[in-house]
Nanobody, 118 residues
Framework: QVQLVESGGGLVQAGGSLRLSCAAS????????MGWFRRAPGKEREFVAS????????NYATSAKDRFAISRDNAKSTVYLQMNGLKAEDTAVYYC???????????WGQGTQVTVSS
């Protein structure tokens, strides 16, 4: 059974930082491209960042570029999202997801809440 478990969310003041983690089990983690997504209240889910299985190729949403950093540790089957310079508009539930080799989003975590107070 595949499980993706996010952690590290919480309440932080604007300008602060958080590091989210997503621990994977039940899948060959090192072969999966991984991504972070978020859903803000009243909004659609949106892409934040992704990282290929080897960690060589990384993509960011415009809103995350220059403030967020995605990374992974294949030995620990964990993907991270370092978030700096947080803004009120970053408030959302953050989810990690695993892509299939065909680029589909196959597995999802349960999400972790990030709340940024202004």
């Amino acid at each position: 059974q595949v499980q993706l478990v996010e952690s590290g969310g919480g309440l932080v003041q604007a300008g602060g930082s958080l590091r989210l983690s997503c621990a994977a089990s039940g899948l060959a983690f090192s072969t999966f491209r991984m991504g972070w997504f978020r859903r803000a209240p009243g909004k659609e889910r949106e892409f934040v960042a992704s990282i290929t299985s080897s960690g060589v190729l990384i993509n960011y949403a415009t809103s995350a570029k220059d403030r967020f950093a995605i990374s992974r540790d294949n030995a620990k089957s964990t993907v991270y999202l370092q978030m700096n310079g947080l803004k009120a508009e970053d408030t959302a539930v953050y989810y990690c997801a695993a892509y299939t080799s065909g680029g589909e989003l196959r597995y999802w975590g349960q999400g972790t809440q990030v709340t940024v107070s202004s």
